[in-house]
């Protein structure tokens, strides 16, 4: 998949659906309202664009985050070795979760 080509809140979406969520409400600045399996909210996410909601998700996965120069910033997870790069270092740890996941489940 070319998450390149995805925007943020569809990244934000992806995310969820990964920790097996359901979006529920898309707000309109991009954050993303989620419910669980059984129908409860799980709080509005901006995973590319809030930190206190990427954290989390960053430190759980090992995920490295460093200044990849020229106004890019590189997210790598070490065990599997994915490797992204974007000018958002959120939306890169992210991409690289969603990559990490993949390859976990293919």
Not at 1 to 29: A, C, H, K
Not at 38 to 56: F, T
Request: aromatic content about 10%; proline content about 4%.
């Amino acid at each position: 998949m070319d998450y390149s080509q995805l925007e943020d809140t569809e990244i934000t979406i992806r995310v969820g659906e990964t920790l097996g969520w359901s979006p529920y409400f898309i707000n309109g600045d991009g954050s993303v309202v989620f419910r669980d399996d059984r129908g409860r909210l799980k709080g509005r996410k901006n995973y590319c664009n809030n930190p206190a909601d990427a954290w989390p998700i960053i430190v759980e996965n090992k995920i490295s985050i460093s200044n990849g120069g020229a106004e890019r910033w590189t997210a790598n997870d070490v065990g599997i070795d994915n490797l992204y790069k974007d000018k958002n270092p959120l939306r890169a740890a992210m991409i690289v979760f969603l990559l990490t996941r993949a390859a976990h489940h293919a």
